[in-house]
């Protein structure tokens, strides 16, 4: 592991990938603590899906992807929570329909494109090569904001996950909330696809949540504990795959699915010793 980290700083795209594992550990693992907590995994799920409509317009009209891709799951996830609040239509089949609409467009503009294949691989399931100085950038900024957005309103957005007539009641900006963080997910999920791939994204974003829980039932810790899951997470399966040659997404997603299967077991066990 030690020559492969020396491997990996000796070059740019390595680096680049290198640090999008550690800046998407990061806004994955707080924004997913958001959604798991306020039960939108499904949303997440459309959303990230959605956002393959945008990829195979943006590519097939010559422009940044990612842009293509941050446009069209915004104005999904805003329009989902649209739909949601005013009640005009079920948040699940709101979700249903941008989900496979999304997907239908993206697979159909990529239809009209030479290296449809390629790019469709790479998109569904990532390829974490392709990083390159502006996505990381990008990734940089999204994990300042967001880190520093959760130091001063974490507590507000615990309030609005769990109460929403408390938080009310407190003068917090319930709806407008709301739409704000539709647009964080929106936008933490595409710069995540190329490190995990619209297919697998969604683990990223569960999986260290769900380890964290199982250790602290505190929203606060579970956040940062989601983070330095995810990240360390990220980096293991990032090494693994490097050295093994092996798909980054399914090596990240095997560390989570271990890493819970040990903190079940402990905690059972745990739970055994204490009534005996």
């Not at 003068?171 to 999920?189: E, H, Q, W």
Request: hydrophobic share 55%.
């Amino acid at each position: 592991m030690i020559s492969a980290l020396e491997n990996i700083f000796s070059y740019d795209f390595l680096t680049n990938a290198f640090v999008a594992c550690l800046l998407s550990g990061i806004t994955c693992g707080v924004v997913g603590s958001y959604i798991v907590a306020r039960r939108m995994v499904f949303l997440s799920s459309g959303i990230t899906h959605a956002s393959f409509g945008g990829l195979g317009i943006a590519l097939y009209a010559g422009f940044d992807p990612l842009l293509g891709a941050v446009a069209f799951a915004s104005v999904s996830s805003l329009g989902i929570e649209f739909a949601s609040r005013r009640g005009r239509i079920r948040e699940d089949s709101a979700i249903g329909i941008i989900w496979s609409v999304g997907m239908a467009i993206g697979a159909l503009f990529m239809s009209l494109r030479s290296g449809y294949a390629t790019d469709l691989t790479s998109y569904l399931f990532g390829n974490i090569l392709l990083v390159n100085d502006s996505d990381v950038m990008w990734l940089l900024l999204l994990a300042m904001f967001i880190v520093l957005g959760a130091v001063g309103w974490l507590r507000k957005l615990m309030y609005i996950t769990f109460d929403e007539e408390y938080a009310n009641s407190q003068g917090i900006p319930v709806a407008l909330v709301g739409y704000v963080m539709s647009i964080i997910i929106a936008v933490t999920i595409v710069l995540s696809i190329k490190v995990m791939g619209i297919i697998l994204l969604l683990s990223l974003i569960t999986l260290p949540v769900v380890i964290a829980n199982s250790l602290t039932k505190d929203f606060h810790l579970i956040a940062v504990i989601s983070s330095v899951i995810a990240v360390v997470a990220n980096v293991i399966g990032f090494l693994f795959s490097y050295e093994f040659d092996l798909p980054t997404g399914s090596c990240i997603i095997f560390i989570l699915i271990a890493l819970l299967a040990v903190v079940k077991l402990l905690t059972h066990f745990k739970r055994r010793v204490s009534t005996i």
